[in-house]
T-cell receptor, first 114, second 112 residues
Framework: NAGVTQTPKFRILKIGQSMTLQCTQD?????MYWYRQDPGMGLKLIYY???????DKGEVPNGYNVSRSTTEDFPLRLELAAPSQTSVYFC?????????????FGDGTRLSIL | QQPVQSPQAVILREGEDAVINCSSS?????VHWYRQKHGEAPVFLMI?????EQKGHEKISASFNEKKQQSSLYLTASQLSYSGTYFC?????????????FGKGTKLSVKP
């Protein structure tokens, strides 16, 4: 089973460039999440979605945008990349969203902004 | 508010035991535990819910003190494979969207 798949695995961007981080899941989960992980800081929620067509901001949404047109896909868009967005990005999904279901994570995208 | 994990790091010999703690200043609905090995994705270990229900691996032991907003993860007879960073994630409220707030992690190293 593929689970949660993220692409690309690594990327280097120049300041001001834009890119889309792809995330797809094959578990038919309604809930999907984007986190960023900085060294020693744990995971911070950027955006989440409770179903196709419904998204909401998390703790650190500035500089990012998301969309959810299908149950399977939840891409994260970076506009005008800045060095502060250098991080490891994880996409996750869960069957439910009320804090009583485990989240399944993708392998991450390691992004450097130079 | 980000939960506080302790200790920040611990080094064990194979076969030794360890306890990792997670503390929140807010009333909690649930506590999640995940393990992340270097360069890999976090992997689910356990959920502890308000009211006493637990979900997770049978070989993992944990507790949740609702009154103190604290949870502890117990690692007994540690193996080399236990090495990694352990994160707790806390969820406030219930019956509505409950997003996880993760702690900064506890790095566990198990030596032969």
């Amino acid at each position: 089973n593929a689970g949660v798949t993220q692409t690309p695995k690594f990327r280097i961007l120049k300041i001001g460039q834009s890119m889309t981080l792809q995330c797809t899941q094959d578990m038919n989960h309604n809930y999907m999440y984007w986190y960023r992980q900085d060294p020693g800081m744990g995971l911070k929620l950027i955006y989440y979605s409770v179903g196709a067509g419904i998204t909401d901001k998390g703790e650190v949404p500035n500089g990012y945008n998301v969309s959810r047109s299908t149950t399977e896909d939840f891409p994260l868009r970076l506009e005008l990349a800045a060095p502060s967005q250098t991080s490891v990005y994880f996409c996750a999904s869960s069957y439910g969203g009320y804090g009583n279901q485990p989240q399944h994570f993708g392998d991450g995208t390691r992004l450097s902004i130079l | 508010q980000q939960p506080v994990q302790s200790p920040q790091a611990v080094i064990l010999r194979e076969g030794e035991d360890a306890v990792i703690n997670c503390s929140s200043s807010k009333a909690l609905y649930s506590v999640h535990w995940y393990r992340q090995k270097h360069g890999e994705a976090p992997v689910f270990l356990m959920i502890l819910l308000k009211g006493g229900e637990q979900k997770g691996h049978e070989k993992i032991s944990a507790s949740f003190n609702e009154k103190k907003q604290q949870s502890s993860l117990y690692l007994t007879a540690s193996q080399l494979s236990y090495s990694g960073t352990y994160f707790c994630g806390t969820v406030r409220g219930g019956g509505s969207q409950g997003n996880l707030i993760f702690g900064k992690g506890t790095k566990l190293s198990v030596k032969p």
